[in-house]
């Protein structure tokens, strides 16, 4: 009888966690578009008419200017990544 309950407990658990990781996804994706229904602007000089599979990139940096970076993030209301775009875009001018 207990390995039925363990059984039981652990598809009930994963399936909470599924519940749990769907609705982070309908709140991330509803954020985004809150973003950009607020925007009255395109981010400057980031390509828009084709799509590029992102990849992976490993930066070593101080922690002091980490921070700087995700500061500067924060108040732009960006990530890191599309921050680092966007002045990579501006850079080729």
């Given at each position: 009888?207990?390995?039925?309950?363990?059984?039981?407990?652990?598809?009930?658990?994963?399936?909470?966690?599924?519940?749990?990781?769907?609705?982070?996804?309908?709140?991330?994706?509803?954020?985004?578009?809150e973003?950009?229904?607020?925007?009255?602007?395109?981010?400057?000089?980031?390509?828009?008419?084709?799509?590029?599979?992102?990849?992976?990139?490993?930066?070593?940096?101080?922690?002091?200017?980490?921070?700087?970076?995700?500061?500067?993030?924060?108040s732009?209301?960006?990530?890191?990544?599309?921050?680092?775009?966007?002045?990579?875009?501006?850079?080729?001018?």
């Open positions: 009888m207990g390995k039925k309950k363990n059984k039981a407990k652990k598809k009930e658990e994963k399936k909470a966690k599924k519940a749990r990781k769907k609705a982070k996804e309908k709140t991330k994706i509803a954020k985004q578009e973003k950009n229904r607020s925007e009255s602007k395109e981010p400057l000089n980031v390509s828009t008419s084709k799509k590029e599979k992102k990849v992976s990139l490993n930066l070593t940096i101080t922690p002091t200017n980490k921070n700087k970076l995700k500061n500067l993030a924060k732009a209301d960006t990530s890191v990544s599309e921050l680092i775009a966007q002045w990579i875009e501006n850079q080729e001018q």
